[in-house]
């Protein structure tokens, strides 16, 4: 994500990051970013809760607007509503790609 924000800034686009690793963020130059304590894979929230989802997007979209300098960075009050360890962010289903490579994945891991 930081790549892609770095070259559309060069572009001229102002871009925010949504991102649970601000310090990393912060140390590749990145822009302007919106730190949230939740896990990867999940940076605006528990599926299905489009009201979280919404509140998230649109804090970090309005950062924009109030960013004062290069490297600025906010952070959200918001929390993961369970333990890390009793996430389960891995869909019921594997994602078409992963199924069309998963051999191929296989024999990797083996190596």
Same mark, same amino acid.
């Given at each position: 994500?930081?790549?892609?924000?770095?070259?559309?800034?060069?572009?001229?686009?102002?871009?925010?990051?949504?991102?649970?690793?601000?310090?990393?963020?912060?140390?590749?130059?990145?822009?302007?970013?919106?730190?949230?304590? &939740?896990? &990867?894979?999940? %940076?605006?929230?528990?599926?299905?809760?489009?009201?979280?989802?919404?509140?998230?997007?649109?804090?970090?979209?309005?950062?924009?607007?109030?960013?004062?300098?290069?490297?600025?960075? *906010?952070?959200? %009050?918001? *929390?993961?509503?369970?333990?890390?360890?009793?996430?389960?962010?891995?869909?019921?289903?594997?994602?078409?790609?992963?199924?069309?490579?998963?051999?191929?994945?296989?024999?990797? *891991? /083996? /190596?």
């Amino acid at each position: 994500m930081g790549l892609a924000a770095r070259f559309l800034e060069e572009k001229g686009f102002s871009t925010v990051v949504l991102t649970p690793t601000w310090e990393f963020q912060r140390a590749v130059g990145i822009p302007r970013q919106v730190a949230v304590e &939740y896990p &990867y894979g999940r %940076p605006v929230g528990q599926v299905g809760d489009v009201q979280g989802q919404k509140k998230i997007l649109l804090e970090a979209l309005s950062f924009l607007k109030t960013a004062e300098k290069p490297g600025s960075v *906010r952070h959200l %009050p918001d *929390r993961w509503p369970e333990p890390p360890k009793d996430t389960h962010w891995h869909p019921p289903e594997m994602s078409p790609i992963i199924a069309a490579h998963l051999e191929e994945i296989k024999k990797a *891991r /083996k /190596k």
